[in-house]
């Protein structure tokens, strides 16, 4: 998944009226002025990490 594809997301996290909303929303509006490049980097090598070891399968 690329960084654009990874910030357009939906994730299960809602706003206040229960809409579903975007990764980039979600930082955007709770995170103000976070790097979501480093983010989204962080986030991929944990989920390499736990693919590794079986905690993650691709089901």
């Known amino acids: ?8 997301e ?9 809409t579903p909303i975007t990764r980039r929303e979600y930082y ?4 103000n002025g976070a790097d979501t490049l480093k983010i989204y980097e962080q986030d991929v090598a944990v989920t390499a ?3 590794e070891r079986g905690a993650i ?3």
């Open 49 to 51: 990490r736990l693919r």
């Open 10 to 18: 939906l994730i299960a996290d809602r706003d206040e009226s229960g």
């Open 1 to 8: 998944m690329s960084y654009q594809e990874w910030l357009d």
């Open 28 to 31: 955007q509006k709770f995170f």
């Open 57 to 59: 399968t691709e089901d």
